[in-house]
């Protein structure tokens, strides 16, 4: 059973979160390829799909949008995973709450979203990042969740493995 996971990242918390994703995919026995939603040129082949981004000023990141736009109906025609990466801490409901992007995960019906708590290194930012963050009060390390990850990634296997037995 062949799994696409698809991570839009700027700063790279989100594609390690996709590479461990990949890998406990594997450690089920699974194919999983990783991939950047710009390498991403048809589904053809894949049997289920892992997509993920990094939430930026309360929205998906532009490439990722772009894909859900171009391959929606593919996307539709395949069991699909979802899950966002934002800020720690933020109560749920407020305006910087990835939750809050659920209208774009509408159009592609995934079977689950998650949210997960990403990585604010203000040093890897631009001067603009950074004002903005400050603005926002971000606060400031690595709040990735690497149990929560692998658990959910985990259950990902056991659910494909039970509905898609034959692949
Ligand atoms: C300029 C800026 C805006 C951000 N806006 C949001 C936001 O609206 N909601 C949120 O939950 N996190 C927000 N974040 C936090 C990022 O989603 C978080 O740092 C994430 O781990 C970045 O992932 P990446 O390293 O894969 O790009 C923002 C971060 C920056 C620097």
Request: charged share 25%.
């Amino acid at each position: 059973m062949k799994v696409l996971v698809i991570t839009a990242s700027k700063h790279g918390a989100t594609r390690e979160i996709g590479a461990a994703i990949a890998a406990e995919l594997r450690e089920a026995g699974l194919t999983a390829v990783e991939a950047e939603p710009g390498e991403v040129s048809g589904l053809d082949g894949y049997d289920a799909v892992v997509l993920g981004s990094a939430v930026y000023m309360t929205q998906w990141m532009e490439n990722i949008r772009n894909l859900m736009a171009h391959h929606g109906r593919e996307l539709r025609e395949l069991p699909l995973w979802a899950f966002s990466v934002g800020l720690s801490g933020v109560p749920v409901g407020a305006v910087q709450d990835p939750r809050r992007i659920g209208p774009h995960l509408l159009s592609i019906n995934p079977i689950d979203h998650q949210t997960f708590k990403g990585r604010m290194d203000l040093s890897g930012l631009s001067l603009r990042e950074r004002s903005i963050a400050r603005l926002g009060n971000a606060p400031e390390g690595d709040f990735r969740e690497w149990d929560k990850i692998r658990g959910w990634a985990r259950q990902i296997a056991a659910d494909l493995k039970e509905h898609l037995p034959a692949r």
